[in-house]
């Protein structure tokens, strides 16, 4: 079935470095690629997302790739700061009835 | 964007005992789904809560375990059935803006089963 795999599980970086995260999908029909943020105890929110007619794109510290050929898309956060620790979901939907299907999650951590 | 109240917020219950967890939200939606959220873990999608028909199950999960009511375009209820420790975790409504596909969460409500 569809899938997307998600790498890595845990990312500890020292404050003012970037991170990277990467995802793989399987289902080639995928054309919607979100990315989630959740801090401990609340819920899931978009930060940021792309779709399959756009190969990056940025929102002040975030870009996300996307890679149609190879089924693979990437978040890159520069600079980082203590408020981006979370755990971080990437995500890929194929339709129009919005069903998402989820990466297992990146908990990212930020050393003062 | 979506403004999207659930509750309750957490509650422990005993095994063989069922609980109704109530979404609501401040605008007509179409698309309303619920998710469960294991400590720890990915989000899994339980069911689509279809407006006036029987839910979508997705595999694993049916109808008799996990009820689901979807009145009108603004509310919708998951009752987890028979729970057993098993069923200890976060269940989540979520909703779609149509205008973008960005799905929209509820703040959860944490189900501890004694």
């Known amino acids: 079935g569809e899938n997307v795999e998600q790498h890595p599980s845990t990312l500890s970086v020292q404050e003012g470095d970037s991170a990277v995260i990467k995802c793989t999908y399987s289902?080639?029909?995928?054309?919607?690629f979100p990315w989630y943020k959740q801090e401990l105890g609340k819920r899931p929110q978009l930060i940021i997302d792309i779709r399959s007619n756009v190969g990056e794109k940025k929102d002040q510290r975030i870009a996300v790739t996307l890679n149609k050929t190879a089924k693979h898309f990437s978040r890159h956060i520069t600079e980082t700061q203590p408020e981006d620790s979370a755990v971080y979901f990437c995500?890929?939907?194929?339709?129009?009835?919005?069903?998402?299907?989820w990466g297992a999650g990146t908990k990212l951590i930020i050393k003062p | 964007s979506a403004v999207i109240s659930q509750k309750p917020s957490r509650d422990i219950c005993q095994r063989g005992t069922s609980l109704t967890i109530q979404c609501q939200v401040d605008?007509?939606?179409?698309?309303m789904f619920w998710y469960r959220q294991q400590p720890g873990q990915s989000l899994t999608l339980i069911a689509t809560?279809?407006?006036?028909?029987?839910?979508?199950?997705e595999s694993g999960f049916v109808i008799d375990k996990f009820p689901i009511s979807r009145p009108n375009l603004t509310f919708s209820t998951l009752t987890v059935s028979n729970m057993s420790p098993e069923d200890s975790s976060i269940y989540l409504c979520s909703v779609a803006w149509s205008n973008t596909g960005e799905l929209f969460f509820g703040e959860g409500s944490r189900l501890t089963v004694l």
């Open positions: 995500a890929a939907s194929s339709g129009s009835n919005y069903q998402l299907i």
């Open positions: 809560a279809n407006q006036g028909s029987e839910a979508t199950y």
């Open positions: 605008s007509q939606v179409t698309m």
């Open positions: 289902d080639s029909a995928s054309n919607y």
